[in-house]
T-cell receptor, first 113, second 115 residues
Framework: GDSVTQMEGPVTLSEEAFLTINCTYTATGYPSLFWYVQYPGEGLQLLLK?????DKGSNKGFEATYRKETTSFHLEKGSVQVSDSAVYFC????????????FGKGTRLSVIA | DTGVSQNPRHKITKRGQNVTFRCDPISEHNRLYWYRQTLGQGPEFLTYFQNEAQLEKSRLLSDRFSAERPKGSFSTLEIQRTEQGDSAMYLC?????????????FGSGTRLTVV
């Protein structure tokens, strides 16, 4: 079945460091790919998405490119801030979306000043 | 619109008791999803509705679990004869099925503790 594997955390970075959180997927067909973020005490929020190969999703300085050849959707940010501390989830949706999401286990990021 | 609302926020129950959670989706969203999230894991899909029709149920949804969405508005998730393994965060999300800017909106969840 469909699955998502993301790097285990926790990840601890200093402010302004470069961030990469790896995500790879297994799916039939052409899934849509997502990154969700969960800030402490809050619900899941969509961070960015990509719906086809080579699409780049971006938001709030975060980026991820849909790489079909490597079945990957790695999350990157050039300069993290303390306010980016959260748990990040990679997810996929079969077909074009609006079908149930399959999530990775999440990666906790802590950014220290 | 205040987003997806879930009640209660927290529920502590004794093993063997029944519990019911409620989710109020964004009013114009016709799809509604239930997920379960345990500590250190990502959310796991339980079931989803389009309007009042339940379209899919996960194998995780045992016979003790039942979900309804009467009239295609709010939804309830009931767990009968709760077990300690049911302790988790239960998340609800809603989405549209038209347009290109789809995307789920999640509620803040109901945290269930079975003692």
């Amino acid at each position: 079945g469909d699955s998502v594997t993301q790097m285990e955390g926790p990840v601890t970075l200093s402010e302004e460091a470069f961030l990469t959180i790896n995500c790879t997927y297994t799916a039939t067909g052409y899934p849509s790919l997502f990154w969700y973020v969960q800030y402490p005490g809050e619900g899941l929020q969509l961070l960015l998405k990509a719906t086809k190969a080579d699409d780049k999703g971006s938001n709030k300085g975060f980026e991820a490119t849909y790489r079909k050849e490597t079945t990957s959707f790695h999350l990157e940010k050039g300069s993290v801030q303390v306010s980016d501390s959260a748990v990040y989830f990679c997810a996929l949706s079969r077909n074009s979306g609006n079908t149930p999401l399959v999530f990775g286990k999440g990666t906790r990021l802590s950014v220290i000043a | 619109d205040t987003g997806v609302s879930q009640n209660p926020r927290h529920k502590i129950t004794k093993r063997g008791q029944n519990v019911t959670f409620r989710c109020d989706p964004i009013s114009e969203h016709n799809r509604l999803y239930w997920y379960r999230q345990t500590l250190g894991q990502g959310p796991e899909f339980l079931t989803y509705f389009q309007n009042e029709a339940q379209l899919e149920k996960s194998r995780l949804l045992s016979d003790r679990f039942s979900a309804e969405r009467p009239k295609g508005s709010f939804s309830t998730l009931e767990i009968q004869r709760t077990e300690q393994g049911d302790s988790a965060m239960y998340l609800c999300a809603s989405s549209e099925t038209t347009g290109t800017d789809y995307g789920y909106t999640f509620g803040s969840g109901t945290r269930l503790t079975v003692v």
